[in-house]
């Protein structure tokens, strides 16, 4: 068997044609359906380029809140660690107390790098930063508070 050639032995290579020889009418003839306007389809494109940077600036609010909430939950597990470790001064304690004084102040050193992330022209963050500001603050007293380091004399063991 030659090369290129058919295995029928025609002699002529495979080739494809794409030109339409059908009768069939084409989707370009056919009529839109009553009601359906092509204008409603193809919508401008600012239009769409102002949804999707409204639906972003929505999406980085939500995100900030939940990030401004995070500290809560580490708040109620430091809460409960350190009511476990218990009043006694050994390593455990220790630690647990050290890193309730080291994890809000580290936290609060980088609050702008936690809501850069988040920056937009449409989003205000001064809640969510506030808000994780006192989340923190708040870890900040529970670790004062288990050091027994406090001026009120009514909250001392």
């Given amino acids: 068997m030659e ?5 029928m032995g025609s002699g002529q290579r495979w080739a494809v044609d794409f030109s339409d020889n059908s ?15 092509r204008a409603s389809v193809d919508q401008d494109d600012s ?12 999406w980085k609010a939500q995100k900030a809140w939940e990030v401004a909430q995070a500290p809560f939950k580490n708040l109620l597990m430091m809460g409960f660690m350190m009511w ?11 630690g647990i107390t050290f890193s309730a004084l080291w994890q809000p102040i580290s936290a609060l050193q980088g609050v702008g790098k936690v809501f850069e992330p988040y920056k937009d022209s449409k989003v205000e ?11 923190n603050l708040g870890g900040l007293a529970l670790g004062v508070w288990k050091t027994g380091c406090h001026p009120c004399p009514l909250l001392r063991r």
């Avoid at 009768?23 to 306007?37: E, N, W």
């Avoid at 239009?47 to 639906?55: C, F, G, H, L, P």
């Avoid at 476990?84 to 220790?94: D, E, Q």
């Avoid at 963050?125 to 989340?135: N, R, S």
């Fill in 3 to 7: 090369k290129g050639k058919g295995v």
């Fill in 23 to 37: 009768t069939a009418p084409s989707s370009r003839d056919i009529l839109d359906p009553l009601g359906f306007t």
């Fill in 47 to 58: 239009t769409v380029s102002r949804q999707k940077k409204d639906a972003e600036s929505n």
């Fill in 84 to 94: 476990m470790a218990g009043n006694t001064v050994h390593l455990f304690s220790i």
């Fill in 125 to 135: 963050l001064l809640g969510p930063k506030l808000l994780f500001i006192a989340l």
